[in-house]
Nanobody, 121 residues
Framework: VQLQAFGGGLVQAGDSLRLSCAAS????????TGWFRQTPGNEREFLAS????????YYADSVKGRFTISRDNAKNTVYLQMNSLKPEDTAVYSC???????????????WGQGTQFTVSS
């Protein structure tokens, strides 16, 4: 499965933004897709994941209630709706194909190319 994230840019604090992750290739073999973010000098942070077959979701405590992950099976696309954005949400956001909905380093099959967005105060 190949993944590509879209939707980055510049937003103001308090704004909302939706990122998209388009999947291509062997999409029938996918199990789940997750969203992650990374800032310079820091490890990649897991945000949320969704199971393709059932739509079951799992969130990191840091974004629970503010971010929502969803998927469109017909479009092979996973979305990350982000509300009440803060400057500390500034990062490179990536999506990944996962073999489990609960994140662990071994649960990621492949990484997609990320998208950068900046939240200004």
């Amino acid at each position: 499965v190949q993944l590509q994230a879209f939707g980055g840019g510049l937003v103001q604090a308090g704004d909302s933004l939706r990122l998209s992750c388009a999947a291509s290739g062997r999409t029938f073999s996918r199990y789940a897709t997750g969203w992650f973010r990374q800032t310079p000098g820091n490890e990649r942070e897991f945000l949320a994941s969704i199971k393709w077959s059932s739509g079951s979701t799992y969130y990191a405590d840091s974004v629970k209630g503010r971010f929502t992950i969803s998927r469109d099976n017909a479009k092979n696309t996973v979305y990350l709706q982000m509300n009440s954005l803060k400057p500390e949400d500034t990062a490179v956001y990536s999506c990944a194909s996962m073999r489990a909905i609960f994140y662990s380093p071994g649960s990621v099959n492949s990484w997609g190319q990320g998208t950068q967005f900046t939240v200004s105060s």
